[in-house]
């Protein structure tokens, strides 16, 4: 079965709030055995919303639409539903009293627009919401069936999850599962030419590769009858990849992060650890504090931007600074070594760079960064070019601190 998605809101449109919901229904719709080929994003006006739908309702076996079901005059997604799929609307009794009960719970006054959220289509599935304001719809037509949901994502999921999720298993008997592999180290080309062959002999399951910044994934999904056989259909590639890829996956868990994954790693083997940043002025700390647990292994960040206070926080040599300069193996080397030795720590990273888009040379360009890693006295220092703008390049730089700060703990043990 098909399924397609209607964003409604000026808002999106404008770029003032990031449509999360996109991303969330085509994971879980996904997740139900359900392709989707078409999302669209249409503005709160009547007869560009009614087009949308009408057009959606042709194609697609099943239309999902977030948004415009509050209580102002341009909330209007119920209203042009209805009058699409040729249903009237009427006051459902049990949704007016969720209303009721909803105001007098918080103590605020309940005024006459609010009541449009209690009108629903003739014939239509309600769907309760105890997070907001606004019930669910759906719409079964013989064209299609259509599902109205609230816009905002706290709201929304719980509504799908509990209520639309069990509607949609209902109507297909094929179960998507995928499992995604995460590895660092590794370039997209190089990655996507280690896994060319399967790529190319793939059926079910199907691979597809996706470059994050200082990361490669590598998504293996298939269908089956069951979630249990989708995932046996998974479990022999993604154990291929690990084979092929080796200590560069750092994970095949969803959810878990490269930090996460960091912090694990430097508690399973009883290590402490501190950052000694320059370019990146925190961001590397902020990366592992991100991670539950970091409270176990992160012991201090000292961000020495300029050169005294390299020198005085974290004992870079005066000298040094003045022969090599404060973007340089050297001086990364020294504040990885008096990081570690400031805050007591087992493992130390460093970070020094030009971030630009000033301050770059022939010499010494922007976008080049070296990174110090300290793990038990030994002392690993590498030389990276990024490209990008400043935001990018200092990305990019937490990225590459991370996964150094990991191989150097691992190559340790």
């Known amino acids: 079965m098909v399924v397609e998605f209607i964003f409604v809101g000026t808002e999106l449109l404008l770029g003032n709030i990031v449509n999360t919901n996109a991303a969330y229904l085509s994971e879980k719709c996904a997740g139900q055995g359900l392709s989707c080929y078409y999302q669209t994003v249409v503005g709160d ?62 103590g ?22 105890p997070n907001g304001t606004a019930p669910g719809v759906i719409i079964e037509t013989k064209k299609a069936k259509v599902i109205l949901l609230p816009g905002p994502p706290g709201e929304l999921c719980p509504m799908f999850e509990e209520s639309v999720a069990p509607y949609l298993a209902r ?26 062959d399967l ?31 989708a995932m046996k259909l998974t479990a022999p590639v993604v154990k291929e990849l690990k084979k092929r890829f080796g200590k560069a996956v750092y994970t095949a868990e969803e959810g878990v992060t490269l930090e ?34 970091a409270s176990d292994v992160y012991k201090a960040g000292f961000v020495t931007y300029s050169n ?3 020198h005085k926080w974290i004992g870079v040599k005066k000298s040094t600074l ?31 760079g030009i971030a630009g888009p000033d301050g770059g040379t022939e010499e010494k360009p922007v976008g080049l960064v070296y990174i110090g890693c300290c793990v038990k006295g030994r002392v690993t220092v590498k030389k990276y070019q990024f490209s990008g703008n400043r935001a990018k390049v200092r990305e990019s730089a937490v990225a590459a601190a991370l996964t150094l700060l990991r191989k150097c703990v691992l190559d340790a043990s």
Request: charged share 25%; with cysteine.
């Open 199 to 229: 790529i190319d002999a793939q059926t079910n399951p199907t691979l597809a590769t996706y470059a994050k910044t200082g990361e490669v994934h590598i998504r293996v999904t298939a269908s089956a009858d069951t979630e249990e056989n």
């Open 171 to 196: 109507l297909t008997n094929t179960v998507i599962f995928s499992q995604t592999v995460k590895i660092c180290g590794v370039g997209e080309s190089k990655a996507e030419t280690m896994v060319k």
């Open 45 to 106: 006006n009547e007869g560009r919303l009614t087009g949308v739908l009408q057009t959606a309702m042709e194609r697609s076996d099943i239309v999902i639409l977030s948004g415009g079901l509050g209580p102002t005059e341009d909330d209007l997604t119920k209203e042009v539903a209805a009058k699409v799929c040729g249903k009237a609307l009427y006051m459902h009794e049990p949704s007016r009293q969720a209303l009721e009960r909803y105001f007098l719970k918080r």
């Open 260 to 293: 996460m994954a960091v912090t694990e790693l430097l508690k399973s083997r009883n290590l402490t650890v501190t950052c000694a940043e320059s370019c990146t002025g925190g961001l590397l700390s902020g990366r592992l504090i991100n991670a539950a647990g």
């Open 308 to 310: 005294k206070a390299k």
């Open 108 to 129: 605020i006054e309940l005024t006459d627009n609010n009541w449009k959220q209690a009108m629903i289509p003739e014939g239509a599935i309600v769907l309760e919401n």
């Open 322 to 352: 003045k022969k090599y300069g404060a973007v340089s193996a050297e001086t990364a080397r020294e504040m990885a070594e008096g990081a570690a030795c400031a805050a007591k720590a087992d493992a130390a990273v460093s970070v020094t």
